[in-house]
């Protein structure tokens, strides 16, 4: 392999790590838990806890006073009340709570923003996010190559005009966000539907088969016997993804599959907190009235320290 050669494998392999293209490898994206806790308010609040701020910063409440809890837990109120009113409603707390648990996305977002954000006017365009992620493969492309890029790039950009709600082919960071985490947005999830199709119809005649269904998660590789995994896949193909009872999945129960409509955690958690803080049972809360329960919301030191005594006592 000449220097050359070295060269363009060292841009392949940047090019799908710190500028990945959008493929999906994941098939099905559930409302996850809130927390791995157990949520028993009389048992402790950590579930609580877990969902008002993510799993890590709830840790870092752990180690503070209940003075420095309630400094910090008053200046956020500030954050969760969007309009300003002076109130934080059940839905302003629910987007809170989606914020705090996919904190993850947004970080992802901040660190693919700077790589395409070429010209620095806190806009990403299509030319700049082409320029980042395949000018070099597309300026010297490589024919033994067998992974299509020009495919993937069409592809991306099919998702960066429709994440572009005003068709001008530059993209907010909101814009951008949609683009890099479809699955997120309600107006981008018929491309996942359309991706994940496209993906796994090897035969290209717009619906996924028995056999599509299984390949896409299991290579046979000349085994004469399947996992009982693969049969259950089977099973659960035949049983629920092919509602209809045709023997193909179509784009209505692909989106079914990968998109299910589960429990909205997040809604429930912030009614739940408005229900236990809510002292004058106005349907909406103060910042004095999140401050005042700020053991449900955040703890801290004395508050564990304080039920580990009653739990001492108990025994």
């Not at 006073?65 to 969760?80: A, Q």
């Not at 994440?163 to 951008?176: N, P, Q, R, S």
């Not at 009614?271 to 049972?281: A, G, T």
């Not at 449900?296 to 004395?302: E, I, N, T």
Request: charged share 40%; proline share 2%; aromatic share 12%.
């Amino acid at each position: 392999m000449d220097f050359s050669q070295l060269l363009l494998c060292l841009s392949l392999f940047v090019a799908t790590t710190l500028s990945k293209p959008t493929e999906k490898k994941d098939r099905v994206h559930h409302d996850a838990q809130l927390s791995d806790k157990v949520h028993d308010d009389a048992e402790s609040f950590d579930y609580d806890h877990d969902a008002f701020l993510g799993a890590e910063d709830a840790k870092t409440f752990d180690q503070l006073t209940p003075e420095e809890s309630k400094e910090r837990l008053g200046k956020m109120v500030g954050k969760i009340d969007a309009d300003r009113d002076g109130f934080v409603t059940a839905e302003e707390l629910r987007d809170w709570i989606k914020f705090a648990q996919k904190r993850w996305i947004y970080e992802d977002v901040e660190r693919q923003w700077k790589g395409h954000d070429l010209n620095g006017d806190n806009l990403v365009s299509w030319e700049e996010y082409k320029n980042a992620t395949y000018g070099y493969i597309l300026d010297d492309p490589d024919p033994d190559n067998s992974f299509n890029y020009n495919q993937m790039m069409l592809r991306d950009e099919r998702r960066f005009k429709l994440a572009d709600k005003d068709g001008d082919l530059i993209t907010t960071k909101e814009e951008f966000t949609a683009f890099l985490h479809p699955e997120e947005y309600d107006y981008m999830k018929d491309i996942v539907v359309l991706e994940t199709m496209e993906d796994i119809d090897k035969n290209g005649d717009g619906v996924i088969d028995l056999e599509e269904y299984i390949g896409d998660m299991y290579n046979h590789d000349g085994d004469a016997d399947e996992p009982e995994w693969v049969k259950t896949e089977r099973e659960q193909f035949m049983e629920f993804r092919d509602k209809n009872r045709d023997g193909k999945m179509d784009k209505e129960e692909t989106k079914d599959w990968i998109l299910p409509s589960d429990y909205d955690h997040a809604e429930a958690e912030a009614r739940h907190l408005v229900y236990e803080s809510d002292q004058n049972k106005d349907g909406k809360l103060t910042r004095e009235e999140i401050v005042d329960k700020y053991d449900l919301f955040v703890g801290s030191q004395a508050t564990d320290f304080g039920e580990a005594l009653v739990r001492h006592d108990e025994f």
